[in-house]
């Protein structure tokens, strides 16, 4: 059985949201991934989408076809249901090049200053974690990762740019993050990468699911470049 508390309540209109306890767990994050694949499975109607972030799993729904309290009662039998679904143990890990360029990296001169730490220390820490997947948003394909070295803590910018080139690879409070496109942001840029995180003209949009895990590779510029002119790189998933 399901062992932890959920609080569920109206979310606008059309849109129920579940929360765990307030905290960054595995437990909890295995938990909701879960819970969202036993929603799937039970193919409730009138269920348009199920996103999930950290502690917190929304679940948009037709109001015009079923309203809150009854798809709450559904959901709440659903989560107490002794189910587990065997694909949910899959978790795939993704290997990211990035170049750490102060071209790309224009963060890395304040953060190495606030933070007593020199450039090659920062490039060589963010490389050499493995990062999970608690959330995509606030942006399509915008990777919210967890397991940040607490080295590399850093409050976000007093004012956000209002445009961070797509593929920027950041660091804002106690995360880390890549930018799918261009958009504002508030986060600290230390390098790019060449690889689309995002694209809406692929089957599957964005191919990186909560849960998963995310690795960075340290590339040259002249790297950088090279995958630039090609046409076509994919995600490459680790073995």
Not at 124 to 138: L, P
Request: include cysteine; charged fraction near 25%.
């Amino acid at each position: 059985m399901s062992t932890f508390k959920l609080t569920y309540k109206p979310f606008g209109e059309s849109a129920i949201l579940i929360e765990w306890p307030q905290k960054i767990s595995i437990a909890i994050l295995d938990d909701i991934r879960n819970f969202s694949l036993k929603i799937k499975h039970s193919r409730i109607k009138y269920i348009l989408e199920i996103n999930f972030v950290y502690s917190s799993l929304l679940v948009i729904y037709k109001s015009k076809k079923i309203n809150y309290f009854d798809l709450k009662k559904e959901l709440q039998f659903i989560y107490n249901k002794n189910l587990i679904i065997k694909n949910n143990l899959k978790k795939n890990i993704w290997e990211i090049p990035v170049c750490y360029d102060i071209e790309f990296g224009i963060d890395l001169p304040f953060l190495s200053l606030q933070n007593k730490i020199s450039i090659e220390e920062i490039i060589s820490i963010h490389s050499s974690n493995y990062y999970t997947v608690y959330g995509i948003g606030f942006l399509p394909g915008f990777l919210y990762l967890g397991g940040l070295s607490k080295k590399l803590y850093l409050k976000r910018r007093e004012t956000p740019r209002l445009e961070v080139p797509k593929g920027s690879v950041a660091v804002g409070g106690k995360q880390t993050g890549i930018y799918p496109v261009i958009s504002p942001g508030g986060w600290h840029i230390i390098g790019k990468t060449p690889i689309s995180i995002f694209n809406i003209n692929n089957k599957e949009a964005c191919l990186v699911i909560p849960g998963d895990k995310v690795k960075f590779n340290p590339i040259s510029k002249e790297e950088f470049d090279q995958i630039i002119s090609e046409k076509e790189v994919k995600l490459k998933k680790v073995d």
